[in-house]
Nanobody
Framework: QVQLVESGGGLVQAGGSLRLSCAASGRTFSTHAMGWFRQTPGKEREFVASIRWSGGSTYYADSVKGRFTISKDNAKNTVYLQMNSLKPEDTAVYYC?????????????????WGQGTQVTVSS
């Protein structure tokens, strides 16, 4: 089992920045990839970014490429999502996920573990 706890969400104006953190505990060595997803009411969970747990290869959704950066600190068992140049359409609940088989995995159902989510609201 892997437990995930997100933090860092909040309210920010368009053009601003936020950094999300995801602290992992438990059998973290068993996960090949971790990712960030986001979800708005009435919509499916959407892939944002993912990273290989060992090695650090990354993958991004086109909608965030060049604005968001995923990174990790293996010593702290923590994954980060640095979000710059935020837009109102980035408003969502952001979820951390673990257990992906590949670092480029974009399908939510292929991840085994999920955090509780953190709200990000971008005002115009």
């Amino acid at each position: 089992q892997v437990q995930l706890v997100e933090s860092g969400g909040g309210l920010v104006q368009a053009g601003g920045s936020l950094r999300l953190s995801c602290a992992a505990s438990g059998r973290t060595f068993s996960t090949h990839a971790m990712g960030w997803f986001r979800q708005t009411p009435g919509k499916e969970r959407e892939f944002v970014a993912s990273i290989r747990w060992s090695g650090g290869s990354t993958y991004y959704a086109d909608s965030v490429k060049g604005r968001f950066t995923i990174s990790k600190d293996n010593a702290k068992n923590t994954v980060y999502l640095q979000m710059n140049s935020l837009k109102p359409e980035d408003t969502a609940v952001y979820y951390c996920a673990a257990g992906g088989r590949y670092y480029y995995e974009t399908i939510a159902g292929q991840y085994d573990y999920w955090g509780q989510g953190t709200q990000v609201t971008v005002s115009s």
